[in-house]
């Protein structure tokens, strides 16, 4: 057998939350997301024929990871330099991955001919051995003259223990299409044995896809109807079925894709079975128009009339899917990025998801907004506002989220500590900006919920889990008697002063204040204005201070900018001091928190920076430095891509 062995070394360094799997067999309900391997059908022909992967956590909606850029070179791991049709598997011991997929590089070369099929092994989906088998150098007396060996997969047959590898030839002297298989040798580097006829479709065949469903083998592949003439009529998915891989298949010529009819050409069908479901998905390739659609079944025999879409970032030729985990998904994050929030927030309890910044924005797994920050010993805790998803067109924001750090480089993320729907009182559904403080042990997080009023939630400890402390809010509209429309009362800041006096500011187009009791649940006394001659206030209040001043930031203008004004007491009179932060990149809004952390003083803000959905609805949380004058005054923030690199220095 002739092989070309090279082993690709791909370094990757888990992230200190991110543990290895035990060596057991992952079942369907360990999974919650899901893997999409394909190759690209849009942009340089030059370049589509990689291998790609993409990632979604309810199988409709999808991401690519890697920016859509290959995670392998063709180059590396094939003969021709691409490879198309990649197939996926996991193995049956849960950790081990096997791909398969056609060594054939039709953008330089053309649909003439190609050499064989391309191998590749994993433990982690991150690093991956690989080789190469050229069938008619390998086995020159049965397939000397091959001339397609196209679309390769792997089905593990229980009856010998072995992993079956299957795929589609066609021999130069010969118009058939037929499935030829062999079994893979141990370490998936090569063939048992020379590859025997499968399965021969009446009018040939490509594109096959075997699926178990209750001690029956499906083989989904690409068929078509011939007449009498030897004439294709027809073509779309079909199936065929066996009680064994061993055959004998039997076809049933129906044909199960919705275009069959229409003249309408598909291929690459690939079958998976969603996680936590009796639903299977029958995919396939629209090649003619960049299209990927799908229909459904339970049963593997009938399936949904009506085709659907999948949402996604890519466009995806022939590929294949399957179910992963949460900690795989992590390192898949950790590698190549893309992997969306809903795959990398942890949920039970104990959970945690540590991750490393690379700049502005800090956090571009998911959209956050509104930074809060509380400076706790050497951690600095982060709340924010979660914009629900990338490229929104309006605000959707439906609970709120909480990391920590003690370098501004290392994060860790919690479980999501507290959800609009803690406040049945809020009527509006919007979970808006808020700010967490510490008193007497306890942790109060004061929210606001567009126009159902602010609320207060209370927890053990800074990252939750909060509940709701009075079960109606703590302010409404009623409370902002200068304003008339209906989200005035938004955005509490709340600051403890050095007599242990709590105040609450918040407002929009108006700001308010008031003391707060003791019990940091009620209202202490009358509800006051913040005025002053140049105050032009929008919204977003914050007070800090610095060597005995009091500072307010605040939002001013729309598109807005962030203004700051000084004081010699928390209720003024303030003195305007002018622009602190230009318009943020990208937003109409911006939202700032100022603490310091380890002796250094940081604006923290957000922009719409994540590319290519960030917006004024889809934003992002970055940090900067933020230094003072000689005389106290603010320099001007200096907004930056790199972020915080170096958080040794120190501004007193």
């Not at 914009?387 to 750090?405: E, N, R």
């Not at 889809?618 to 923030?637: A, E, F």
């Amino acid at each position: 057998m002739i092989l070309r062995n090279r082993v690709l070394t791909v370094l990757f360094v888990l992230l200190g939350s991110v543990s290895a799997f035990t060596q057991t067999k992952k079942n369907l309900s360990s999974f919650e997301g899901y893997l999409f391997a394909y190759f690209e059908g849009s942009g340089d022909p030059l370049k589509q024929e990689q291998l790609r992967l993409g990632i979604s956590k309810d199988a409709i909606h999808w991401s690519a990871l890697n920016n859509n850029q290959p995670i392998l070179a063709s180059s590396d791991i094939s003969q021709t330099g691409g490879i198309r049709d990649p197939h996926l598997l996991r193995g049956e011991d849960g950790n081990t991955f096997y791909l398969t997929a056609t060594d054939m590089f039709v953008g330089k070369n053309g649909w003439g001919s190609n050499p064989g099929i391309v191998l590749l092994r994993s433990t982690n989906l991150v690093d991956w051995t690989h080789q190469s088998i050229d069938l008619a150098k390998a086995y020159p007396q049965t397939f000397g003259k091959v001339q397609w060996v196209w679309a390769p997969q792997t089905i593990y047959d229980p009856q010998v223990k072995k992993y079956l590898i299957y795929f589609t030839v066609r021999f130069k002297d010969d118009s058939k299409l037929d499935f030829y298989s062999a079994y893979a040798n141990p370490d998936f580097t090569g063939f048992e044995a020379e590859p025997k006829l499968m399965f021969r479709a009446k009018y040939g065949a490509i594109d096959g896809d075997i699926v178990y469903k209750d001690g029956t083998y499906h083989l989904f592949f690409k068929g078509n109807t011939k007449d009498e003439n030897g004439k294709e009529i027809k073509n779309g998915i079909q199936q065929a079925t066996s009680k064994s891989l061993s055959g004998p298949w039997v076809e049933d010529f129906k044909y199960l894709d919705a275009y069959s009819d229409q003249k309408i050409v598909v291929e690459g069908s690939s079958v998976f079975k969603r996680n936590d479901s009796d639903e299977y998905i029958l995919m396939y390739d629209l090649y003619t128009n960049l299209r990927y659609e799908f229909q459904r079944s339970t049963d593997l025999y009938q399936f949904t009339d009506k085709p659907e879409s999948f949402t996604k970032n890519f466009n995806p030729r022939h590929g294949s899917v399957i179910g992963i985990t949460r900690e795989e998904a992590r390192r898949l994050q950790a590698k190549w990025g893309g992997v969306p929030n809903d795959l990398l927030q942890p949920v039970e309890a104990s959970d945690r998801y540590t991750f490393t910044s690379k700049g502005n924005p800090i956090i571009t797994h998911a959209y956050t907004a509104d930074p809060a920050a509380l400076v706790k010993g050497d951690t600095l805790w982060l709340f924010a506002g979660h914009d629900f998803a990338g490229g929104q067109s309006g605000y959707k924001m439906k609970d709120w989220l909480v990391y920590s750090t003690t370098d501004l480089q290392t994060w860790t993320q919690y479980p999501v500590p507290l959800q609009i729907t803690n406040f049945p009182w809020a009527k509006s559904g919007d979970a808006y900006a808020g700010q967490v403080i510490e008193r007497n042990g306890k942790y109060y997080w004061y929210i606001s919920t567009n126009w159902s009023g602010i609320g207060v939630a209370v927890a053990d400890r800074p990252e939750g889990p909060y509940k709701d402390a009075l079960g109606k809010p703590l302010l409404t509209n009623k409370d902002c008697f200068a304003s008339s429309h209906s989200w005035a009362c938004i955005d509490p800041t709340v600051y403890i002063d050095a007599k242990d006096q709590a105040w609450l500011f918040w407002g929009n187009r108006e700001c308010y204040y008031a003391r707060l009791k003791k019990n940091m649940i009620e209202i202490e006394g009358e509800i006051k204005r913040v005025q002053f001659p140049g105050f032009e206030f929008t919204e977003a209040p914050w007070i800090h201070t610095h060597k005995g001043k009091y500072y307010l930031s605040y939002a001013t203008g729309f598109p807005e900018k962030i203004a700051y004004a000084v004081a010699d007491a928390i209720e003024g009179p303030y003195e305007y001091k002018g622009i602190l932060n230009e318009i943020a990149g990208n937003s109409n809004t911006n939202h700032q928190a100022i603490v310091q952390h380890k002796g250094q003083w940081y604006f923290i803000y957000h922009n719409g920076g994540i590319q290519t959905d960030g917006s004024s609805f889809s934003r992002s949380i970055c940090i900067d430095k933020l230094q003072y004058n000689k005389n106290g005054t603010l320099k001007r923030v200096v907004m930056t891509s790199e972020g915080v690199t170096n958080t040794s220095s120190s501004s007193k």
